[in-house]
Every structure is written in structure tokens, then in C-alpha cells.
């Protein structure tokens, strides 16, 4: 498929409302706590029973931060008491033989993921036996075939760090940076060198680390195009594999530390357009592809390949080159994809600790998908990761007649055709190039739960 973006900022302007990033369809927003430990047992014995057995995808929550960082909406707790993270790890490693009990072990794992928080909060030896509990339960691949990554702040590794990472099999990582100016930095409160990301970025190159992406965010107080640019052409000549360049969304209301943030120094909603603008068309000149929302890689990684040869997939990792897995995910608040159903662990960690010395699985709400649903994120699904949708694929798998049931949704997309986002015909949709940055605001058109006004609280599309 062609992977070209065209920015248009009046057509932003006028589209740029707010929605799901459809990590999941149902998204977390309809989750409940009739959905309980017995249905994950129960879902979690179907997948046993297929044949072939899908693999799976583990993902484990580190919690903990040595410092906040005034932007950050993720669940963390912050302490500089490296301690704190015993009881938490021997808690995960008691739920890890909870998890490991539930799936057949010729089950390989072709994925693993560590995130937070920040996963290298913990010593050395802390993840030895993280890894070495997981190998006793699962199926870990020995031969560097699997997609192992983790999340890292440069400011928490250094080099040994790295060979450490490597020896136990990670191959992917993600580091964040967000923006190396310090005034913006400090504004944040994430004080981190180019020096500190610089040497991370080498010594994983020199450990043979398969794929590396860096994290940054717009719309952080005191950026501008100029500022950001010059982090942008620092980040480009450490040549990355992939970059994902977020919107920030300032929601002091539901998270407390971004209310230390001065709304007064936020960069407007033009500047930050502008912003992206230069993002996109410097990105593009240093030869990235567009993957998706605010995803771009190097022609020759895995993602930009998944979704030309149509194998892309998105997750709560985001997008992923392997749909065919069964995420089992682990820690508090993580989540996890089992069958046709999503569920959710504890956030409180007392709450969590206690279910799991109980001898309980920590789950405490969920969703079981329905044949709508299925069918509704298949729809999604395609259209976030490959930009188009033939309509014959789908009645095919479904056995529905799409005109039909999605009559009202094809109705709701004059504007879109018109706008020149996507070209509509009998066979099926394609999302055209000045639609791409666009696509949550498509997807929306096929969310029963948004249709039905039984959406949540989101952040801008753009």
C-alpha cells in the first residue's frame, strides 16, 4: 500500500475533535465488573481448546517512577524507595503462576513487553527474576525470534543496563524523550540530556537490538516549531527505527500532576499545528513512513512491512506485526485480550495484593465481545492499520451485507467524501492521503457505544 501523508490544516482545524485511539474495540470506557475472574478462567480454557492453539503475548506493568513528569497520565507511583518495588514484584511473580496455570504450555510466547512506570526502575538482579519466573510458566522462545521489548527512560539505564536487557532476550526498545529543550524540560519536570538517550540508542545498536523507537509529544509548554524542530533533528541523526510524536492533552481535571503544568505557557492550538506540520514534512524528508496516527518507521521495519504486506495489527501496545496472539497481561491496572474478551487488573496496589495472596486472579472488570462487536472492530481494525476496506472481505467473514447494516454509518460519510478524507464506492472505502492524520474521526463513524452517546472522556484526535 502506498504510506503518504498529506497535511492539510484548515481540514484539521475543522476535524479536530475528540475520540477513542481504538487500542481496543469496545474500548475501556465499557468495561464492567459483571465481567469477572470465573469469565477470564472460562475464556482463558476456550483459547486452550482451538486448534491451532493461538500463541501469546505477555505484558507486564512496572508501576513504579523515580520522578513524575508533570504530562504523564499513566498509573505510576512515584518513590525514589527502590524497595517499594519487592512486595510488588513478589506479587507479580505469584500472579505469573496464577497466569501460567491457565494456558497449555506449547503455547509459545511471540511477544513480551515490559512497561510502566518505568520497567527499569528495578535492579538488575529484579529482572533476571522477573524473566526467569516467566520462563517457568511460559513458553518463552530462546531463539530471538519472538518480538521482546521494553519501555525505557534513558535516565534510568545506562550501557550495562542494555547487555543486561539483551542477555535475557529482550530485542525492541522504546525510549522516551518528549523534548530535549530545557525550558521545555524543566516546564515538565523531566530533566534528560542527549548524551543519556544518545549513549542508550548506541549500546542497544551494539547489543544487536532488532528495532528502536523514541517517544516525543507536542503541544508541551514553551514549544514552538522552531524548538521542536531543533529536537526533531537531533532525534532523526540518532536514526531510530521508528518514532511516535503524541499530542499532549492537557487534562488537569482527571490528572493531578499536570496540574503543576502553567495552562498560560501551553503553545496554542495553531502553533501546535504548525508544529506537526513541520513534523510530518521533516519526517518525511528524512525518509520515515507514515504508520498511523502519530506512528512513523524506516521503510524496512517490521511495522512499515506489516502494513504493506496487510499483517498490521493494533493492540494496547499500539500497532504490532502479530494479530493472531492471546494477550495475557499482568501487574495492576494492565490489560489483557483473551478470546473475544478484554479485562482489566486491579489499579490499587493493596487491592492487588490482596486478591492474589487470596489466591485469586486480580481481575475486576471487563467486556465479553458480541457478534456487533466483532464485526464493528474488525472494521476499525482495518481501516486504523491499512487505510482502506473492501467491502466483500467483510460480508465474507461475517456474513452480513454491508451496504445494509452499516446503511446509517455510510450515510454519516458525505462529509468525508467530500473533504476528499476517503474515496466511497460499491467495493469498499479507502482512506486517501490528506484523511490519514484523520483516520480516528472514520473509525468513529462505525463505534456503536460513541453512536449511542455511551462514550467517555477523550483526548483530540489531532
Sequence with gaps: MEQTLEFDRELIRRYDTSGPRYTSYPTAVQFTEAFTEADYRRWAAATNAE???????????????????????????ITKNRKHAVPYLEHLFKEIALQGALFDA??????????GGTPTFISHEQMRDLMRATG???????????????????????????????????????????????????????????????????????????????????????????????????????????????????????????????????????????????????????????????????????????QRNGTLYRNFQGYSTHAECDLVAMGATSISMIGDSYSQNLKNLEEYAARIDAGHLPVFRGVELDSDDKLRRAVITQLICHFELEFAAVERDHGIEFRDYFAAEL???????????????????????????????????FDRYLRESRGGRYSKVI
Excluded at 106 to 115: I, T
Excluded at 164 to 183: A, C, K, M, T, Y
Excluded at 215 to 227: C, E, F, M, N, T
Excluded at 411 to 419: K, L, P
Design 51 to 77: 486448534r491451532p492453539k493461538p500463541p501469546l503475548s505477555l505484558y507486564f506493568h512496572i508501576p513504579f517512577c523515580d520522578t513524575v513528569c508533570f504530562y504523564c497520565a499513566c498509573n505510576k507511583i
Design 136 to 306: 517457568e510458566h511460559f513458553r518463552l522462545l530462546n531463539d530471538d525470534s519472538g518480538e521482546y521489548s521494553i519501555e525505557i527512560d534513558p535516565r534510568e539505564a545506562d550501557a550495562e543496563t542494555i547487555g543486561v536487557l539483551r542477555e535475557l532476550g529482550f530485542n525492541r526498545i522504546s525510549l522516551g524523550v518528549q523534548d530535549f529543550d530545557p525550558q521545555v524540560q524543566k516546564a515538565v519536570n523531566r530533566i534528560q540530556s542527549e548524551e543519556e538517550t544518545r549513549t542508550v540508542l548506541e549500546a542497544a545498536r551494539a547489543e544487536g537490538f532488532r528495532s528502536t523507537s523514541v517517544d516525543l509529544i507536542y503541544g508541551l509548554p514553551h514549544q514552538s516549531v522552531a524548538s521542536f524542530a531543533a529536537t526533531l533533528d537531533k532525534v532523526i541523526d540518532m536514526d531510530p527505527a521508528r518514532l511516535s510524536v503524541f499530542n499532549y492533552a492537557h487534562l488537569p481535571e482527571m490528572f493531578k500532576t499536570q496540574r503543576q503544568i502553567n495552562t498560560g505557557d501551553l503553545p496554542s492550538s495553531e502553533e501546535k499545528l504548525a508544529i506537526l506540520g513541520h513534523t510530518i514534512e521533516r519526517l518525511g524528508q528524512a525518509g520515515y513512513v507514515f504508520i498511523g496516527m502519530d506512528h512513523f518507521a524506516r521503510p524496512d521495519d517490521e511495522l512499515a512491512v506489516a
Design 106 to 115: 506449547d503455547r509459545p510466547v511471540q511477544q513480551l513487553h515490559w512497561g
Design 411 to 445: 450515510n454519516g460519510m458525505e462529509d468525508f467524501v467530500r473533504d476528499g478524507l476517503i474515496e466511497l464506492d460499491a467495493a469498499g472505502i479507502r482512506v486517501l492521503p490528506r484523511g490519514r492524520l484523520l483516520i480516528r474521526n472514520i473509525c468513529m463513524q
